[in-house]
């Protein structure tokens, strides 16, 4: 029963990174730009090769490979996400624009003008 127990809670892991692993694939080939590429690269990164990577651990047991597999999930936990905004920042400053559908720099403006009205003493006076 213990066996059953940890096959399929490992199994578990393993179907859910694959699963993520694929969609991060997916997202890959189907984004538009280098940034929202990044992004699926990092969700591929962290989330799919964390969750394959402990469903590993719990069939490996308490041995040398699963303190093995561990410090490599520690690496891709900690470096994946520092890599991809590294990646990211390098692009940025490359000259690389991310592609948006819309230009939202007009919106930020119109609110913080909204804000800044709102904060503005009231000139007329109640007598």
């Known amino acids: 029963m213990k066996a059953l127990l940890i096959d399929v ?5 393993i179907a859910s990174g694959s699963f993520f692993v694929l969609v991060g694939m997916i997202g890959l080939i189907r984004m538009p730009d280098l ?11 962290t989330l799919g090769a964390g969750l394959l990577t ?7 047991g308490p041995t040398l490979v699963a303190a ?19 990646l990211a920042q ?11 559908a819309e230009d939202r720099r007009d919106r930020l403006k119109d609110a913080e003008e909204a ?8 000139t007329s006076a109640k007598h």
């Not at 809670?9 to 892991?13: P, Q, R």
């Not at 093995?68 to 520092?82: E, M, R, S, V």
């Not at 390098?90 to 948006?100: D, M, Q, T, Y």
Request: net charge positive; glycine share 4%; proline share 5%.
């Open 9 to 13: 809670a490992s199994w578990t892991f």
């Open 35 to 45: 940034f929202t590429r990044l992004h699926a690269a990092s969700v591929t990164d």
């Open 54 to 60: 402990i469903g590993l651990m719990i069939q490996a």
């Open 68 to 86: 093995k597999l561990f410090f490599i999930l520690a690496l891709i936990f900690f470096i994946g996400p520092a890599i991809t905004h590294a």
């Open 90 to 100: 390098a692009a940025l400053h490359a000259g690389i624009e991310p592609k948006l």
């Open 115 to 122: 804000q800044a009205t709102d904060r503005a003493p009231s």
